[in-house]
């Protein structure tokens, strides 16, 4: 008997709700989700041999965790693992028993130049979930995400100017500067889906649906997979949520933004972004036919 693939993806964008999807997905009875979350097996640029030099003993250190992970059988929930044989990614669904909907969640999918074509080229019929937030927004949610775990620990107008300076020099090596911007340059990834998937296998919205009504967002999801809609999505412990409140407050630096409260981008560095999408955005604002002009206030 062949082992099922997915046939449906929520590829992205990071840091728009996409985790707590995975985690509430996970618990509805017609849906099968990957145990591990974020394997990137259609992302061939998320390979060991493209992550930074001082990060490669860290994804070393994964490979090997994720190898025993894999040949026990992936029998519980993992976050991150980088999964580059087809046999090792066809072991992710091995305990999917007549779902209805089998899926995985890998946000690199959205940005990879290389997901969208390898997804169509193996599952033609696969469904493809996006969730789009503002690029400014997304970034700085993702910076402090980095500043929770300790990978940055300067300001952020500096890692935006770091970013932009690694941008410049056409740098492709993994790191907490790449692809951070990127990540937010929508209307190019759109473009690639729409290129190589009917509309009727697209589910493109925006961060701003799912803060509006996320009932009514999660139950248009649920018909998109044809699964049954009347399930109520749960609050779930999503672990990738920054927790700036743990970090060091002798260190100046990380101790920035230590409080109770996540804080707000600030609007000059806000500014520094909206210049830095502004043409991205417009762009993808004609190719999806949504209203984007909040992002470039």
């Known amino acids: ?3 099922p693939l997915p046939n449906f993806f929520i ?44 990060l490669q003993q860290q994804v070393e250190i994964s ?22 044989e087809l046999s090792d990614y066809r072991r992710l669904f091995t305990r999917a028993d007549g779902e209805k909907a089998i899926g995985e969640a890998s946000v690199c999918y959205l940005w990879s130049e290389t997901a969208a074509a390898a ?21 700085f949610h993702q910076y402090l995400k980095s500043l929770s775990d300790g990978t940055v620990d300067y300001p952020f107008r500096e890692h935006i100017e770091a970013a932009m300076e690694n941008v410049k020099e056409q740098s492709s090596t993994i790191s907490p500067l790449h ?17 190589h998937f009917p509309a009727n296998q697209l589910h493109i919205s925006l961060y701003e649906d799912t803060q509006a009504n996320y009932p009514e967002w999660f139950a248009g999801l649920l018909g998109f997979l044809e699964v049954d809609t009347r399930f109520a999505p749960t609050d779930v412990e999503v672990p990738s949520k920054p927790r700036l409140p743990r970090l ?38 004609d190719l999806i036919q949504r209203d984007l002009s909040p992002w470039i206030r």
């Open 11 to 54: 590829a992205g964008a990071p840091k728009a709700g996409t985790d707590l999807l995975y985690y509430q997905f996970d618990k509805h009875p017609e849906i099968y989700m990957s145990p591990l979350k974020e394997p990137c097996y259609f992302s061939t640029e998320i390979r060991i041999h493209n992550f930074h030099p001082e």
């Open 119 to 139: 997804i169509a080229k193996i599952l033609p019929r696969a469904r493809i979930i996006l969730v789009l937030m503002d690029p400014a927004e997304r970034a």
């Open 248 to 285: 060091d407050p002798t260190d100046h630096a990380r101790s920035l933004y230590a409080g109770n409260e996540l804080p707000k981008l600030n609007p000059e560095d806000r500014a520094v972004l909206v210049a830095y999408y502004r043409d991205n955005i417009l762009r993808l604002q």
């Open 179 to 195: 692809p951070f911007l990127a990540f937010g340059e929508y209307a190019q990834q759109v473009k690639r889906y729409l290129e």
């Open 1 to 3: 008997m062949t082992m």
């Open 63 to 84: 490979a090997a965790s994720l190898r025993q992970y894999l040949d026990g059988g992936a029998q519980t929930k993992r976050f991150g693992g980088i999964v580059t």
